[in-house]
């Protein structure tokens, strides 16, 4: 009897929880999917400010590249590109700035997704707020898309059980 009442009180408080995180508002989190399959690699909650960061080294000029972008909505603005040399695929005619030896460009643009192609010799980074994750062994140098989408408490934690 005694162990009935337990394991009924244990599903109350279960089916309290679930409904609890149902209740609660979606979240914003950044999805890393394959841009062939759309498997996703990579979910980190985001607010609006949050910076999303990519960084790699120029394929040709081996020197450093950062692109910053910015969390709005369900969009990736960009906020600004440093970068240590002009080389191919670079703003050669953009109006930049020079500090500390590195060219800051404040380009246009915002984005539903952004289409990267991480590879071993430019060792793509993506930075998410104050975390870093290597981009190159989380898709092994697949192309991935990286999106701004919505989803609810009860979403997240179900994924995180099934992962």
Do not use: C
């Amino acid at each position: 009897m005694k162990q009935r009442y337990v394991a009924a009180l244990v599903l109350v408080v279960l089916v309290a929880a679930l409904g609890s995180a149902a209740a609660v508002p979606d979240r914003k989190v950044l999805v890393v999917a394959d841009a062939e399959t759309g498997e996703t690699y990579l979910e980190v909650p985001v607010e609006n400010g949050t910076v999303v960061a990519l960084e790699y080294m120029h394929s040709v000029e081996k020197t450093r590249i950062y692109e910053a972008y910015t969390v709005r909505g369900d969009r990736l603005v960009m906020s600004h590109m440093e970068f240590e040399s002009y080389g191919w695929g670079l703003p050669s005619r953009a109006n930049v700035t020079r500090e500390n030896g590195t060219f800051i460009y404040d380009p246009p643009g915002s984005y539903e997704r952004l289409t990267v192609a991480p590879g071993r010799i430019a060792g793509h980074t993506l930075h998410v707020g104050d975390r870093t994750y290597d981009l190159v062994a989380l898709s092994d140098t697949r192309s991935v898309t990286l999106s701004i989408q919505r989803r609810s408490a009860l979403t997240t934690t179900l994924d995180g059980v099934d992962r």
